[in-house]
């Protein structure tokens, strides 16, 4: 699978941002998709996943009613709504695709990352 992420950028403080992640390869709709984040200096942590068949989401606790996470079968992409956004969620944004798990960073594959900066 080849995952490809875009939709990064510059954006104030309580500003929205949606992110994507086109993937291409073998079957989309076999893995369960993530977003992961990583900010200079800091380990790399899950931010929100869903599975394969899209039934059931989980998010960190520090993104939870602000952050949302999809997935459109037919376009082999997943999403990442982000709302009401902070400071500290800025960081290089990766998506990932793995076959049993969530919220671990032992994925199947990984994508290249986009940049998200949130201004004070």
């Known amino acids: 699978v080849q995952l490809q992420a875009s939709g990064g950028g510059l954006v104030q403080a309580g500003g929205s941002l949606r992110l994507s992640c086109a993937a291409s390869?073998?079957?989309?709709?076999?893995?369960?998709m993530e977003w992961f984040r990583q900010a200079p200096g800091k380990d790399r942590e899950f931010v929100a996943g869903?599975?394969?068949?899209?039934?059931?989401?989980v998010y960190a606790d520090s993104v939870k009613g602000r952050f949302t996470i999809s997935r459109d079968g037919p376009k082999s992409t997943v999403y990442l709504q982000m709302s009401s956004l902070k400071p500290e969620d800025s960081a290089v944004y990766y998506c990932?695709?793995?076959?049993?798990?969530?919220?671990?960073?032992?994925?199947?594959?990984w994508g290249k990352g986009t940049l998200v900066t949130v201004s004070s």
């Open positions: 990932a695709a793995d076959r049993t798990s969530m919220k671990t960073l032992a994925v199947d594959y």
């Open positions: 390869g073998r079957t989309f709709s076999s893995y369960n």
């Open positions: 869903i599975t394969w068949s899209g039934g059931r989401v």
